[in-house]
Every structure is written in structure tokens, then in C-alpha cells.
């Protein structure tokens, strides 16, 4: 990797950790930028995984108010992302890589879809809000749980707009207010990603030079995003992660 190419993927991982915090998405930035550095796909995701987890653990941190009594939750919900993330992670190696090459952009696809529509599914959950009341579970129930696991096995697998998924879930069938949803969003991605990582350690290939390079990237990000991020124009964060994404279905569908 040259100086200019490891100065990109620093940049990219600081990126990545600032709107992993803020919303999700932060792979479609960090996923192409390895892919162009000339890494295979599995193993770019696989590093990605790696150097996102400590951006991930610094954002929750900066979140740390807003999880405030929500330590029931946090059990409960965790141990299901962690299930999921292992579940995901362990999917991602069983699979042929042929099999990743082919499920990637569609999943690219998806979360870019996910990502544009994010306004909509905001208003969505607040007529839903205010249509249920105080009537709306606590903790989610089962259906929440339900959708947690699949959208954590999902994000042990890939993760791109896996923080969305995550907000319009618990947005829809929690009754709280969506910082505080934020920040067990958080605390969700980083369970995910350490036991995914956890996983790979062992198990799969990676490159030692974008791990680090990520991993100090996205914690500096997920402090930015914790602090600044609610002052940043949501338009043109959805604008950057959509261009990226598009970059990357190209990357992998043409340029690969």
C-alpha cells in the first residue's frame, strides 16, 4: 500500500466512524476504498470489519448520556446482535467467495435504497409514534428481536446500512426518544463488529496495514460524529453515501 493510498483509507476510516455514529452506512465509504487499493473482497470486508470496531466502541462512548437507564435493554438487545453478528460473521466464511461477489452489490443495492429513503421511514415512525401512543412496547417485544437478529446476522455478514436498519427497527417498536434509540444503535454496531471481528481473528484473512489505518481513523470519526454530527446537513451525507455506493456496485460489478 502507497503513502497516498494509506492516507485515503485513513481519511476514509475517519469518515466511516463519523457517520457509523451519526446514522450507519460508513462501510459503503471504507468497503470501496479497500477494494481499490487492490484487496479482495472478502478480505477488504473482513479488515473493514476489523478497523471499524473501535470507531464503533468510540462512538458508543460518546453517546454514553443518552444510555442512561437503558441498561435492560442493552442486555437483552445485545445478546441478540451478538448472536446474530456470530451467526453472520460464521455465514460470510461458509459461503463461496463466488457467492460474496455475487451477494455484495445487491446488499450494496438494498442499503443504498435503505439510505435514501431514510427520511420517509422517519416520518413513518412518527405517525407511528403518535398513531400508538404510550402503547408501543418498552423494549420492542418479540418482533423486535426478531428483526434484530436478521439485521445482525445481516451486519456480521456485510454491515453496510446496517445501522439504518437498525434505527427504523427500533424507531418503529420502541417508545423513547430516537437520540437515546442513536445511542443503543451504537452499542448494537460495536457488539456486532467485536464478536464479527473476534471471529475473523482466527479465522479469515486480513491486512494488518487497513486495519490500523480504519481503526484510528474511525475512532477519531466516531468522536466527530458523537460531538458535530447532529450540526451536519443529513441531505448531504445521504448525497456522499450514495455516490460512494454506486462507486462500489461499479467497482464490483464492472471493475472487478
Do not use: C
Not at 422517519?122 to 418479540?142: C, K, S
Not at 473476534?198 to 475512532?219: N, P, Q
Amino acid at each position: 500500500m502507497s503513502i497516498w493510498e494509506a492516507l485515503v483509507v485513513f481519511a476514509a476510516g475517519v469518515g466511516a466512524g463519523t457517520i457509523n455514529t451519526i446514522v450507519g452506512s460508513g462501510t459503503l465509504i471504507t468497503f470501496p476504498v479497500l477494494l481499490a487499493t487492490g484487496l479482495p473482497p472478502i478480505t477488504a470486508n473482513v479488515s473493514n470489519t476489523l478497523g471499524l470496531v473501535p470507531g464503533s466502541i468510540s462512538g458508543a462512548i460518546g453517546y454514553r448520556r443518552e444510555l442512561q437507564g437503558q441498561g435492560r435493554r442493552v442486555i437483552r438487545l445485545g445478546l441478540t446482535a451478538l448472536i446474530g453478528g456470530l451467526a453472520g460473521a460464521i455465514l460470510l466464511l461458509a459461503l463461496p467467495s463466488e457467492a460474496f461477489d455475487t451477494i455484495v452489490p445487491v446488499l450494496i443495492g438494498v442499503a443504498l435504497v435503505l439510505v435514501l429513503l431514510q427520511p420517509r421511514l422517519a416520518r413513518a415512525v412518527q405517525r407511528r409514534r403518535e398513531a400508538n401512543g404510550n402503547d408501543v412496547h418498552p423494549d420492542g417485544g418479540a418482533v423486535l428481536i426478531v428483526g434484530l437478529l436478521l439485521a445482525s446476522a445481516y451486519g456480521g455478514y456485510f454491515g453496510a446500512a446496517q445501522g439504518v436498519l437498525y434505527l427504523s427497527l427500533m424507531g418503529l417498536l420502541i417508545h423513547d426518544t430516537l437520540q437515546r434509540i442513536n445511542a443503543l444503535k451504537n452499542i448494537l454496531a460495536a457488539v456486532v463488529n467485536g464478536v464479527a471481528a473476534l471471529f475473523f481473528l482466527f479465522v479469515a484473512e486480513f491486512d494488518w496495514t487497513a486495519v490500523l489505518l480504519i481503526a484510528v481513523g474511525s475512532t477519531i470519526g466516531g468522536q466527530i460524529g458523537a460531538k458535530v454530527g447532529r450540526r451536519l446537513p443529513a441531505p448531504v451525507l445521504r448525497g456522499v453515501i450514495i455516490a460512494v455506493g454506486v462507486l462500489a456496485i461499479i467497482q464490483l460489478t464492472i471493475g472487478g
